[in-house]
């Protein structure tokens, strides 16, 4: 079996990552793969933004790390892109990073409602003082807005809300239907992201629930192990590929110089 391109893999460079890129290519060949993609947090105006990403001096060299396991593995297909943070305010910045170099992808991704990280674990209390719904409601009105953005190929985690395990009472479909609206619009695609297997909601991000929407919705996908370590390349990737299956998929992105093309799963 074919495994698609892993398009979501992390660096040393974000301070949470462990590997060079080029260990990460080797484990994809083990693997079977034939192509995958970097696309570390990228870096944020101001230094002292958080602690998780690389910073606005350290992109080069990021490129050139990315460029040494090309190098290194000539015959994988190796893409560079970017995990990107949609914060409303800073479009501008999204765009200059654009403008820096011929990347293959962005993917866009919330990690902060306000100024609160709410999927950062030292930050869990918060989401025992507020109610689930209206974070739920929250997360996705900024996803709404990335995907609606045209500034990313891909939305990364697409309901990463349910990280550890805390789901609203009230019926939160209708969340899904305004994104996926957005998405359908823009023609982004949505992740299939195996790392929610590994956190405490036990399931790829989005739920099947969700990825059934969104393929009525005619919105495409991709694929990501999101990666911090070389051991979780292509991390369940056969039970990803039957979960996009199992949601109507046939096809999923692949994506160069920010041009995509649909490949059969």
Known sequence: M??????HMHTPLCRHATGEPSEYAAKALERGLDEIGFSD???????????????????????????????????????????????????????????RHPWDYFIGSVHYIGDWAFDNPSLISVWQARDTFEIWDAYFERLTMAAASGLFDIIGHADLCKKFGYYPKRDYTPLYDRFLAAASSTGVAVELNTAGLRKDCKEIYPA???????????????FGSDAHQPGEVAADFTRALAHAKSAGYTHCLRLKGRKREAVAL
Not at 208 to 222: D, K, Y
């Open 41 to 99: 947090h990228s870096p944020m105006p101001k230094d002292d933004f958080d602690d998780w990403r690389m910073l606005p001096g350290e992109l080069e060299d990021y490129l050139e790390r990315v460029a040494r396991a090309r190098r290194d593995f000539p015959g994988l297909e190796i893409r560079l892109g970017l995990e990107v943070d949609y914060i409303p305010g800073q479009e501008d910045w999204i765009r200059e990073l654009a403008a």
């Open 208 to 222: 099947l629930a969700f990825l059934r929407r969104a393929h009525e919705a005619q919105v495409p996908i991709t």
């Open 2 to 7: 074919q495994l698609p391109a892993d398009y």
